[in-house]
Structure formats: structure tokens, C-alpha cells
């Protein structure tokens, strides 16, 4: 019975994080269509993207509620969407990172990236803020910064970053006790089992917008 809760659990945190993988490619599809779009387009686009996220953010919540396991397996998931939803972290791969748990592929990206700036092929603004994004992830996965870092995130941090410290202290470490429930899990594909509940997929081109 254990080693078939835990294949469950394990296809589980799989589906829903192919699910978020999907809403981070939107969220990169969009920003390198930039140029292609006017004001209107791209803010009402990257809206419905957010509002996918937040959807997608309550659905996680509800299944994770008093469900220690689960708690353990999506919390970081949790804290990255958050976060993406926040505008606190803006850069969609660092967000999927978060999401995994992955400080190592995160300290390797910070690593190119301060190769990149010192030879002109990343903006200095870019760098600061993608920057602080890592620096953030891995304080929030329990990694140790060092004292230069601390300090770069403390003189870097944006409102909307250091509002997201402080609404997300406790996320992710619920104390609730369980009771046991049947969750229909909102998705976006459509080719997600049926006890999933899925419902449609969005996808994006530059020249046909959004649809579904």
C-alpha cells in the first residue's frame, strides 16, 4: 500500500508539473513575441496566462491541504507560482526551476549569466533582475547565500519581490490536519486523464494569438 501511494504521489507532482511547465512556455512564447504585439494585446495575453496560474495555484492548494506528503513534494512548486503570479519573478525558466527544486541547475544558470554580462551579451538590467530571481529561489529552497549576495538581494530587491518574502513566509508548511477528500484537479491539457478534470489547452503563435 505504501509503494502505491507513493507512485501515485510521484505521478501526481509529474502531472502537475508538466501542467506548470505548459503555463511557463505561454509566459516565454509571449515575451520573445514581444515586439509583435501592441500594448493591448500583450497585457491582456499575459492576464490570462496570470489568471491560469492563479487557478492553477488554487487547485494546488485544495490538494495539498492537510496533506503533509504533498506539502513536501509541491511546496516549492507553491512558492514558484506565487511568485510568477505576484510579478515578483518575471523570467519563466528561473520560475520552472523554483517550481523543481533545482539550486544546482539554478547556481549553473547565475554562473552563465555573470559570464554573459561581463562580455556584453546581457543587459545589466536583465542581469539584476534575473539576479535577484535566483538569489530569492535559493533562500527560499534553504540554500546558503553568501554575504556578497545578501547584499546584492537586499539593494536589488523590487516592492513587488520583498512583498512576496512576506506573504509567503508560512507558504507551504501547513499544520492542518488531513480529511480525506475527492479533488477534481483543474488542468489546461487536454489530454489528462478523465478522473483529472481537465479542461483545455491554450497554445500561442506569434501570427494566430491565443486559442483554444
Not at 507560482?81 to 539554478?106: N, W
Not at 534553504?142 to 516592492?159: H, Q, R
Request: charged fraction near 30%.
Amino acid at each position: 500500500m505504501a509503494s502505491r501511494g507513493k507512485s501515485e504521489t510521484s505521478k501526481l507532482k509529474q502531472n502537475m508539473e508538466e501542467q506548470l511547465d505548459r503555463l511557463m512556455q505561454q509566459l516565454q512564447d509571449l515575451e520573445e513575441c514581444r515586439e509583435d504585439l501592441d500594448d493591448t494585446e500583450y497585457e491582456e495575453t499575459k492576464s490570462e496566462t496570470l489568471e491560469q496560474l492563479n487557478e492553477f495555484n488554487e487547485s494546488l492548494k485544495k490538494l495539498m491541504s492537510g496533506n503533509m506528503t504533498l506539502v513536501d513534494e509541491l511546496g516549492g512548486m507553491q512558492l514558484a507560482i506565487q511568485a510568477a503570479i505576484s510579478q515578483a519573478f518575471k523570467t519563466p525558466e528561473v520560475i520552472r526551476l523554483f517550481a523543481k527544486k533545482q539550486p544546482g541547475q539554478l547556481r549553473t544558470r547565475l554562473a552563465e549569466m555573470d559570464r554573459d554580462v561581463m562580455v556584453g551579451k546581457l543587459t545589466r538590467d536583465v542581469y539584476t533582475q534575473q539576479k535577484v530571481e535566483i538569489l530569492s529561489a535559493l533562500r527560499k529552497l534553504g540554500e546558503k547565500l553568501t554575504a556578497d549576495d545578501e547584499a546584492f538581494l537586499a539593494a536589488n530587491a523590487s516592492a513587488s519581490l520583498s512583498q512576496f518574502e512576506k506573504v509567503t513566509a508560512n507558504l507551504g508548511k501547513s499544520e492542518a490536519s488531513f480529511t480525506p477528500r475527492t479533488l477534481r484537479i483543474q488542468c489546461i491539457d487536454s489530454k489528462c486523464p478523465p478522473e483529472a478534470g481537465c479542461g483545455t489547452e491554450n497554445t500561442w503563435d506569434c501570427s494566430a494569438r491565443f486559442r483554444h
